[in-house]
């Protein structure tokens, strides 16, 4: 029996069910090989050569292939159908070669199928190859260039701007789209507009509204009404005619339906309709491919099958009629720059199954189901025939012209299952049913029911009502004329969200099907970004970072360098450039840029960031005055300084005799403790007691450093107590920490303070190796809590002492058990957030992702990812814990 090798334990079951018992079905769990994180996993003085390890986890895999192969020796590759899944295949044979589990005489072969369906692995297993290995060189040419850029562009990062995390090749490009789009949005300077609409009424009673298009016989553009004065008198001039029906004019049009889905409209659309991420779109993609329901996900293909597009206008017309199915097939192009169209669209494998008959029971994975069925069987659909009207309504001295627009659906078409949603909302009235009018009929001023009429307008948050359209509604209320002048202003462009990011960098040509998600991902997970109602915005590490590699980095972070280098990987996999080639010249470029940054002084890189980020760091003053001026000294000079722990903050040059700081994202005068730093609580003895605002929070400190005392007794403010509540007593009471409670009935001081995870009690007993640490709930326990209490606590801590400070995690829900392997599978509640949990692997739950929403295959796939990566982190771990030593 032939051993058949696929990634994924899921992925497995469902192939050994098509094959039989003839074959042995594996699963590698993914990748069984990868570089060491440490210097020299890439031999730049030889031809790139690189040095593979075989993971921890992945060592197990690799060993029961081994055993599989001494009775079976035929070894057959079946990994996914794009570069990844033909590197995965080229390292397990380099593995298996290596092991000599591979004789001279096995078989070894590489077959493809696009869909997990009978039909289309039994007709893979007739048509085996071998490795490719131009699609494997370029995976060589990426994981190398990835491995270059983060091994010597990262230290320059830690080096130069202390607090940065890593640099990645593509991520900072991307990062650098975030930054950029929100430096657009605060240097954005709205403009003022107005506009004027009308509520009319046809002689049959029939309300419409129409919008002022021309005022003294001249065509109005969008900012001739450009204050609330100009608007008035279009109101005015309006209200005081007699209108009449000009021009009634109905055209036909049609609208065609969107093509099917690739990998990045797949994600744009999700997170449009659900608001899922682009991680979790393609979690749950997989699941439903793995399980034979839909065609490989990660595709920049948007043509189908031949005998797909045959099966889907035939399901057409079985649900929808004859009239639904267009006379010939639809044929779509991609618009996408360096689109490689090396895969079908993802469709669904059964075009007469809809979700209700799926045999899935996560939610999730049957809405994605659903939404890719719909959208396949749409793509083949006829257009959807329209007719748009246009109303022109004029005074008799042609000094007055107003227009209503709208559209009736005659047939709806693909409409009838499915419209693409979009990313911003129009704010056009096309759309809206016009009621029966007739040229040369009076259109008159609809007379009450303004305010309900015109809810939706004024409603908008884009919208402000002036004096002037207080003044209208009051007119219309009280029976007067319908007409009504709006306020609007500019809008600056809308953050990104991770639908609108991925298309924008598909635009650009940056990324690839299968990096989309894990890009997205990693900006995140670095906290370079963060995402709040869906949008993305960057935090202050991401400003650095980006401000940092665009001033000495330029190139590595430019859109067409980077759109360029993706390219190049593209001609490397049809086998058009020598991938070695393409790594020499990016190599000798960018050594050389990292060897001019090597005399950079910090504080030479942090002047040039001060003035590439001034206008977030220092925003200009109400009064007109120096932004950069000390507000607590007047005479020092504030600038961008970084600290030994990490991280970045606004300081003082006047430093030590001005000791202000403030956040790095807090403006000058926005803090409201600002004031406060430096204020004189009273004194202890001879000593002074102030209030002082840190980089970590407000503090309370006792006299000042001398040449004998370095650092003066310092306490910092717990959490509740606000700054503004300080006096001397409390400020001793926090000097006075740690407290006392007493002496513990088995020996021992026991005594409570607060701590980094907060308020808590310490003892230590004699035969103790190091303290136990309780904690309390209440900041108020530390100066109250007694004997009893304390003892109580300790003694609980004692019995049951957990993880570090906190007790053995709980169950957030019960999964069940594991599918494939047995044993329990729970969310739990951890220190830093909810995670799966599974034997000895736990995964912990992406940001997006609520534990009351994890499915058994949600968990299953997080275990999976974890379970690959387990081994490296660990000896990634050790080797940096010994280095430290």
């Not at 004789?103 to 490795?131: C, G, H, L, Y």
């Not at 449009?272 to 682009?278: C, E, I, L, P, V």
């Not at 997989?286 to 034979?292: D, M, P, S």
């Not at 606590?793 to 570090?804: D, I």
Request: glycine fraction near 6%.
């Amino acid at each position: 029996m032939p051993v058949v090798v696929v990634e994924s334990p899921a992925k497995a079951k469902t192939i050994n069910k098509y094959l039989g018992s003839d074959y042995t079905v594996l699963a590698s769990y993914g990748h069984v090989r990868d570089l060491p994180p440490k210097d020299g996993s890439v031999d730049t003085e030889n031809n790139f050569d690189m040095t593979w390890e075989v993971a921890n986890d992945s060592r197990k895999h690799v060993k029961a292939i081994a055993d599989a192969l001494k009775e079976d020796n035929e070894l057959i590759l079946a990994t996914d159908p794009d570069r990844e899944g033909e590197a995965i295949s080229w390292h397990l044979e380099e593995a298996l070669r290596k092991r000599r589990a591979i004789k001279k005489d096995t078989p070894v072969s590489r077959v493809v199928f696009n869909a997990i369906t009978k039909s289309a692995v039994t007709e893979a297993m007739k048509n085996p190859r071998q490795v490719d290995d131009a699609l494997v060189h370029a995976y060589l040419a990426r994981r190398a260039l990835d491995y270059l850029v983060g091994f010597n562009l990262s230290p320059v990062l830690w080096r130069k701007l202390p607090g940065a995390k890593s640099a990645g090749r593509v991520q900072s490009v991307c990062l650098r789209l975030i930054v950029e789009r929100e430096m657009e949005i605060e240097a954005f300077k709205p403009r003022e507009y107005w506009s004027v609409k009308a509520l009319l009424e046809t002689p049959r009673g029939k309300t419409f509204e129409a919008r002022l298009t021309t005022l003294a016989g001249k065509k109005l553009e969008k900012y001739d009404l450009e204050n609330a004065t100009s608007a008035e008198l279009a109101v005015q001039a309006v209200r005081s005619r007699e209108l009449t029906i000009g021009k009634v004019e109905a055209k036909p049009g049609s609208r065609n339906p969107s093509a099917p889905f690739m990998t990045s409209t797949l994600q744009q659309e999700a997170s449009r309709k659900f608001g899922y991420g682009a991680r979790q779109t393609m979690q749950l993609a997989q699941r439903l491919y793995e399980a034979g329901y839909i065609t490989y996900m990660r595709t920049d293909g948007i043509d189908m099958a031949p005998e797909a597009v045959t099966a889907a206008r035939e399901a057409i017309g079985d649900r929808y009629g004859a009239d639904y199915v267009p006379s010939s097939p639809r044929v779509y192009k991609n618009k996408a720059k360096n689109a490689q169209e090396a895969h079908e669209c993802i469709r669904p494998t059964d075009m007469t199954r809809d979700a209700k008959s799926l045999k899935v029971t996560d939610a999730d994975q049957r809405k994605l189901y659903d939404l890719i069925w719909k959208r396949t069987l749409a793509s083949q659909m006829a257009a959807a025939r329209l007719e748009r009207t246009t109303v022109d309504i004029v005074s008799a001295d042609d000094q007055v012209a107003l227009r209503a627009t709208g559209q009736v659906v005659k047939f709806d078409g693909f409409l009838k299952i499915y419209e693409e949603g979009r990313d911003d909302v129009s704010t056009d009235d096309d759309d809206a049913r016009l009621p029966q009018i007739m040229e040369g009929e009076p259109a008159k001023f609809a007379a009450g029911g303004l305010s309900a009429q015109f809810t939706k307008a004024t409603g908008k948050e884009d919208v402000v009502e002036s004096d002037a359209m207080q003044t209208d509604a009051a007119a219309v209320l009280s029976g007067d004329a319908a007409v009504l002048a709006l306020q609007h202003h500019t809008q600056p462009p809308p953050r990104y969200t991770e639908a609108t990011l991925v298309k924008r960098m598909e635009e650009l040509g940056i990324g690839r099907p299968s990096t989309y998600a894990s890009i997205v991902t990693t900006i995140q997970d670095r906290e370079y970004v963060r995402k709040e109602q869906n949008r993305l915005f960057p935090e202050d590490k991401g400003r650095l970072v980006t401000a940092f590699l665009t001033n000495y980095f330029r190139r590595y972070v430019g859109y067409e360098f980077t759109a360029n280098l993706e390219s190049e990987l593209d001609d490397v996999s049809a086998g058009e450039a020598d991938y070695i080639e393409v790594l020499s010249r990016f190599w000798k470029d960018f050594t050389a840029a990292i060897a001019e940054t090597s005399e950079l002084r910090i504080t030479e890189v942090l002047e040039k960031i001060n003035e590439v980020l001034a206008p977030h760091i220092f925003p200009p003053n109400a009064d007109g005055s120096d932004p950069r001026v000390c507000p607590k000294c007047g005479e020092g000079r504030l600038n961008l300084k970084t600290a030994r722990s990490g991280g970045a903050f606004i300081g003082c040059n006047n430093y030590p005799e001005c000791r202000y700081t403030r956040p790095l994202s807090a403006p000058n005068g926005d803090d409201p403790n600002a004031e406060l730093d430096g204020k004189v609580l009273g004194h202890d003895g001879e000593d002074e007691i102030t209030l002082r605002m840190g980089r970590f929070g407000p503090y309370v400190q006792k006299g000042e450093p001398t040449e004998d005392v370095k650092k003066p007794p310092r306490a910092s403010l717990p959490k509740g107590w606000e700054p503004q509540d300080m006096d001397l007593d409390k400020a001793i009471t926090l000097l006075s920490l740690p407290r006392e409670i007493g002496e513990h009935p088995e020996g021992g001081m026991m005594s409570a303070n607060f701590g980094r995870y907060g308020p808590y009690v310490m003892h230590q007993l004699p035969d103790e190796a190091k303290p136990v640490y309780a904690n309390l709930k209440d900041p108020a326990d530390v100066f109250e809590i007694g004997m009893n209490r304390a003892v109580e606590l300790l003694a609980e801590k004692r019995a049951n002492p957990g993880r570090g400070r906190r007790a053995a995690a709980k169950a957030l829900k019960e999964l069940g058990e594991h599918p494939e392997s047995g044993g329990a599978v729970n969310i739990m509640d951890g220190r830093y957030g909810p995670y799966v949990k599974w034997e000895k692997v736990n995964a912990t739950l992406p940001k997006d992702v609520e534990p009351a929403d994890v499915t058994m295959e949600m968990a299953v796939k997080l275990i999976e990812e974890k379970a690959a990566k387990k081994g490296t982190k660990k000896k990634t771990a050790r080797k940096t814990s010994a280095k430290k030593k």
